[in-house]
């Protein structure tokens, strides 16, 4: 495995305001790396710096050793590079269906993205059920499948997941993490998540990084920050 993402030094914020202070964090392509923190910890701006939404003031983001910062969101998913944001962001007037399209809208294989489409529907059987319905109709947990799916339809390199089980019952929250460990597993997709659930990121994660104040404070194998007694107080209630 190789370096698919290497973020270093990056210092990037909105206006005024700095957030990322000098933040370093790599991505090997075939793995699941988690970014937990608390709130305002600076964890959607690393995503949003990823994936060329808020630009980079220092440092440097590589993407299999090219700097990728700078260009645009297109850019982004022309490198494969997906992001499913927090408060999954569909089409609400379209339908399952015609969401699923557009996440393919750089694509040139209608065989294939029809194939894909099948595919995500063996994947998320609800969203077969609910094909024809409008994605601003459907349950929480039912748009978080569909944002998700429609980021594959794109045959990401990288999936950005930020906030992935953010207002879903846990039973759903669950069915989208064993949905994205089977991602990674069977079809080698590569995962940065954001993730407020440290357990559920932790126990997800091959490694993991602590973000505080636009910083990295701790970063190691996932299994080993779990039983990290400053992570048990700061993180996982214990």
Known sequence: MGALLTLDGVEAGYGAMQVLKGVSIEVQEGEIVALIGANGAGKTTTLNVISNV???RAGRVRWREELSSGGSIVDTVRRGIIHVPEGRRLFADM????NLEMGAFLRHDPPGVRSDIERMFALFPRLQER????AGSLSGGEQQMLAIARGLMAHPRLLLLDEPSLGLAPIISQQIFRTVRELNQTQGVTVLIVEQNAHAALGLAHRAYVMET?????SGPAAELRDDPRVKAAYLGE
């Open 54 to 56: 808020v630009p980079v």
């Open 95 to 98: 339908t399952v269906l015609e």
């Open 131 to 134: 094909q024809e319905q409008r």
């Open 214 to 218: 636009g910083c990295i404070t701790m």
